[in-house]
Nanobody, 123 residues
Framework: QVQLVESGGGSVQAGDSLRLSCAASGRTFSSYAMGWFRQAPGKEREFVASKSWSGGTTWYADSVKGRFTISRDNAKNTAYLQMNSLKPEDTAIYYC????????????????WGQGTQVTVSS
């Protein structure tokens, strides 16, 4: 079992930055691919970014490429999502997820989920 707890959400202006954190506890963090998803009001949850368990490979949704950066610190059992140049359309609840696979590109790949953290971007 892996428990995931997100933090770092908040309300910001367009163009601002936020860094989300995902603290993991339980089984060996370094064995899991880590990912971020988001769900805006009235929309389905969508993939944002992920990083392989080795940290060598990353994936991003087209909508966040060049603005968001996913990273992980296996020594701290923590994954991060650095979000720059935020836009109002980035407003959503952001969820951290872990997978026993070496990659995450959709929800079905994920074995564990956090409770989510709200990000609100105003224009």
């Amino acid at each position: 079992q892996v428990q995931l707890v997100e933090s770092g959400g908040g309300s910001v202006q367009a163009g601002d930055s936020l860094r989300l954190s995902c603290a993991a506890s339980g089984r060996t963090f370094s064995s899991y691919a880590m990912g971020w998803f988001r769900q805006a009001p009235g929309k389905e949850r969508e993939f944002v970014a992920s990083k392989s368990w080795s940290g060598g490979t990353t994936w991003y949704a087209d909508s966040v490429k060049g603005r968001f950066t996913i990273s992980r610190d296996n020594a701290k059992n923590t994954a991060y999502l650095q979000m720059n140049s935020l836009k109002p359309e980035d407003t959503a609840i952001y969820y951290c997820a872990a997978s026993l696979r070496d990659y995450i590109s959709r929800q079905a790949h994920c074995d564990y989920w956090g409770q989510g953290t709200q990000v609100t971007v105003s224009s």
